[in-house]
């Protein structure tokens, strides 16, 4: 049924004009009005959830954004460990800068023409040469050095202050020069001299102090060309051995154990003088001051006054003191006496605790033949032999 489109009252069909207002009725057909269908779907819930969950934005929706806030401490804390991070990279630069400075000034550069492997050239003990053939030296960046000697091999750490050259190992200091590829370093009285390839080095050495190398006359009277003072036939270098002949306490396995020494006699203007040994290894075996005095021959006698002596076969050995007197020494009064220019000195140690030891050290002028000894009968001295050690495959390589 029809509407009064102006007071909404209801019309009979076909009027034309409203019976409350009369308002004139449009009669043009009018399409029926289709209210639009509207579906509603609920908004999907997590199982378990209540109702009082918000929906789900659509997706043609503006996004929720919060406003900005100060960082949390989280976020503070990232920040700063950032920071000592870059800091410490930094300081890593830093450091590795200066190790390449300082290993530049202290050790050798990369390009530093002192690096490189040094080949032994010599090694001169109280005035004789060695010989240093298997030995080297080789330097190497940031101060580093490796030292092979007498078959052993050492690392240590090297500086160089103009020409002057120091080696330091376990905290032992060893001096020399570096110039022009040759290298030369005291190793605790072992004079070595090293050279790279194609470097000339000096090695010409002082030859001992021999007065005779051939037999003297049986009254033992001053070899040809020897000084006139008669203590001057003591001032050389030697060469000979030493023996413990009896022994007692910790001691008694030296008995008859013998070495290959090496000895140095200096003179005094004073008739005074100094005795050291080594063996051939440059373990220390005497340390001594002396006194020369006339005796039964013109060459005199030579006494001892204080210093030390070593034991002779210890890994560590021992260190004995020598008091004044304690031996003389008479060229014509031993039981090698009849051997041109042999000595003999001998004493007894005696160690509280340890024990005790007889010795003997035999010494002739380095560069002298002991071929007369090998032929000699010595039934009546202490050994069959008493040729040293090391006379065949040591000492007469040596020798010119």
Same mark, same amino acid.
């Given at each position: 049924?029809?509407?009064?489109?102006?007071?909404?009252? /209801?019309?009979?069909?076909?009027?034309?004009f409203c019976t409350e207002c009369g308002q004139k009725l449009d009669t043009a &057909?009018?399409?029926?009005?289709?209210?639009?269908?509207?579906?509603?779907?609920?908004?999907?819930?997590?199982? !378990?959830?209540?109702?009082?969950?918000?929906?789900?934005?659509?997706?043609?929706?503006?996004?929720?954004? &919060?406003?900005?806030?100060?960082?949390?401490?989280? /976020?503070?804390?990232?920040?700063?460990?950032?920071?000592?991070?870059?800091?410490?990279?930094?300081?890593?630069?830093?450091?590795?800068?200066? +190790?390449?400075?300082?290993?530049?000034?202290?050790?050798?550069?990369?390009?530093?023409?002192?690096?490189?492997?040094?080949? !032994? $050239?010599?090694?001169?003990?109280?005035?004789?040469?060695?010989?240093?053939?298997?030995?080297? $030296?080789? +330097?190497?960046?940031?101060?580093?050095?490796?030292?092979?000697?007498?078959? @052993?091999?050492?690392?240590?750490?090297?500086? =160089?202050?103009?020409?002057?050259?120091?080696?330091?190992?376990?905290?032992?200091?060893?001096?020399?020069?570096?110039?022009? !590829?040759? +290298?030369?370093?005291?190793?605790?009285?072992?004079?070595?001299?090293?050279?790279?390839?194609?470097?000339?080095?000096?090695?010409?050495?002082?030859?001992?102090?021999?007065?005779?190398?051939?037999?003297? &006359?049986?009254?033992?009277?001053?070899?040809?060309?020897?000084?006139?003072?008669?203590?001057?036939?003591?001032?050389?270098?030697?060469?000979?051995?030493?023996?413990?002949? *009896?022994?007692? !306490? @910790?001691?008694?396995?030296? $008995?008859?154990?013998? $070495?290959?020494?090496?000895? @140095?006699?200096?003179?005094?203007?004073?008739?005074?003088?100094?005795?050291?040994?080594? *063996?051939?290894?440059?373990?220390?075996?005497?340390?001594?001051?002396?006194?020369?005095?006339?005796?039964?021959?013109?060459?005199?006698?030579?006494?001892?006054?204080?210093?030390?002596?070593?034991?002779?076969?210890?890994?560590?050995?021992?260190?004995? &003191?020598?008091?004044?007197?304690?031996?003389?020494?008479?060229?014509?009064?031993?039981?090698?006496?009849?051997?041109?220019?042999?000595?003999?000195?001998?004493?007894?140690?005696?160690a509280a605790e340890k024990g005790w030891f007889d010795y003997y050290i035999f =010494?002739?002028?380095?560069?002298?033949?002991?071929?007369?000894?090998?032929?000699?009968?010595?039934?009546?001295?202490?050994?069959?032999?008493?040729?040293?050690?090391?006379?065949?495959?040591?000492?007469?390589? /040596?020798?010119?």
């Amino acid at each position: 049924m029809p509407f009064c489109s102006n007071c909404g009252t /209801q019309l009979p069909e076909g009027a034309k004009f409203c019976t409350e207002c009369g308002q004139k009725l449009d009669t043009a &057909p009018q399409p029926p009005r289709e209210e639009p269908v509207q579906s509603y779907t609920p908004p999907l819930q997590p199982e !378990g959830s209540d109702s009082c969950t918000p929906p789900v934005q659509p997706e043609n929706s503006r996004a929720y954004v &919060p406003p900005l806030t100060a960082p949390t401490a989280v /976020q503070k804390k990232s920040d700063t460990v950032r920071i000592i991070a870059l800091f410490a990279v930094i300081g890593l630069l830093l450091a590795a800068a200066l +190790l390449v400075l300082f290993t530049g000034i202290l050790g050798g550069k990369a390009d530093d023409p002192n690096l490189g492997r040094y080949e !032994g $050239i010599s090694c001169v003990v109280l005035g004789v040469d060695v010989g240093a053939e298997e030995d080297w $030296i080789e +330097l190497k960046t940031g101060s580093k050095a490796t030292v092979f000697l007498m078959g @052993e091999e050492y690392s240590g750490k090297w500086t =160089l202050e103009g020409e002057s050259f120091t080696l330091t190992q376990h905290g032992d200091e060893f001096t020399g020069t570096l110039k022009d !590829g040759v +290298l030369t370093v005291d190793f605790s009285g072992m004079a070595y001299t090293f050279a790279k390839d194609g470097a000339q080095a000096n090695t010409a050495q002082p030859s001992p102090v021999i007065e005779s190398t051939g037999p003297a &006359p049986e009254s033992a009277a001053p070899a040809p060309g020897a000084a006139q003072s008669p203590y001057e036939w003591w001032a050389c270098t030697w060469y000979g051995w030493a023996v413990v002949t *009896d022994a007692g !306490g @910790e001691y008694t396995d030296y $008995i008859d154990n013998a $070495i290959d020494l090496v000895a @140095e006699i200096s003179l005094n203007a004073d008739n005074t003088g100094h005795l050291t040994i080594i *063996d051939i290894y440059d373990y220390p075996i005497c340390d001594v001051d002396l006194i020369f005095t006339p005796g039964q021959t013109e060459y005199g006698t030579m006494t001892c006054g204080e210093g030390s002596l070593w034991d002779f076969f210890a890994a560590e050995p021992d260190e004995f &003191p020598i008091s004044a007197g304690d031996w003389t020494i008479d060229p014509s009064q031993s039981m090698v006496s009849e051997f041109d220019h042999m000595i003999c000195i001998s004493d007894t140690i005696y160690a509280a605790e340890k024990g005790w030891f007889d010795y003997y050290i035999f =010494l002739r002028p380095w560069g002298m033949n002991w071929e007369d000894v090998r032929t000699a009968d010595t039934s009546q001295m202490l050994y069959d032999d008493m040729m040293p050690l090391n006379y065949d495959d040591w000492y007469l390589p /040596q020798l010119p």
